[in-house]
């Protein structure tokens, strides 16, 4: 069984930095590419980050590129976003995902709230 | 980027068929997935590759994909299908949701 579990969030002031991880269990962790969703409070959801398995290709959404980077550690099945400069647009409940591209978005953690604010 | 439209809600009566839509420039030319979401919860995927069940999903769920408009079906609507449900795709190394269409069943 998959599972994916994250931490990390919580309050931060603005133009602070935190980083999220997502520890990952029940697949074969290092050739599976890992995503990054968030849903702001009441919002849609809106994808983040993507990191690619087997290789080192990254992909970013436009509103956290050159802000956010997400890095993955294929000994430790864990799976990282670090975010800074954050501002309350952040604010949001971000989503560590398994990731089978066309295959859709596979398998869901129960999400981090992330709070930026003074 | 690329942009995804969903009707914000749409309503279904128990029994019958529920049809939410997605549209995007030439949407049919990509794979689109549907998610699920309940209140509280994380997504779910009930759809991918246009039209493909996940094992699991009730065989109510179907899909389709052509010209700019992917369409996710929910035949026989039942009082738990009741939920917010998102299109996505790929596209040029980024992904793509649509805002989200709010499904009532009543």
């Known amino acids: 069984e998959v599972q994916l579990l994250e931490s990390g969030g919580g309050l931060v002031q603005p133009g602070g930095s935190l980083r999220l991880s997502c520890a990952a269990t029940?697949?074969?962790?290092?050739?599976?590419?890992m995503t990054w969703v968030r849903q702001a409070p009441g919002k849609g959801l809106e994808w983040v980050s993507t990191f690619s398995g087997g290789g080192d290709n990254t992909y970013y959404a436009d509103s956290v590129k050159g802000r956010f980077i997400v890095s993955r550690d294929n000994s430790k099945n864990i799976f990282y976003v670090q975010m800074n400069s954050l501002s309350a647009e952040d604010t949001a409940v971000y989503y560590c995902?398994?990731?089978?591209?066309?295959?859709?978005?596979?398998?869901w953690g129960q999400g981090t709230l992330v709070t930026v604010s003074s | 980027s690329y942009d995804l439209s969903q009707p914000p809600s749409v309503s279904v009566s128990p029994g019958q068929t529920a049809t939410i839509t997605c549209s995007g420039h030439k949407l049919g030319d990509k794979y689109v997935c549907w998610y699920q979401q309940k209140p509280g919860q994380s997504p779910v995927l009930v759809i991918y590759k246009d039209l493909q069940r996940p094992s699991g999903i009730p065989e109510r769920f179907s899909g389709s994909n052509s010209g700019n408009t992917a369409t996710l079906t929910i035949g026989g609507t039942q009082a738990m299908d009741e939920a917010d449900y998102y299109c996505?795709?790929?596209?040029?190394?980024?992904?793509?949701f649509g805002g989200g269409t709010k499904l009532t069943v009543l």
């Open positions: 995902a398994k990731d089978d591209h066309d295959h859709g978005i596979t398998d």
């Open positions: 029940g697949f074969t962790f290092s050739t599976n590419a």
């Open positions: 996505q795709a790929w596209d040029i190394n980024t992904v793509a």
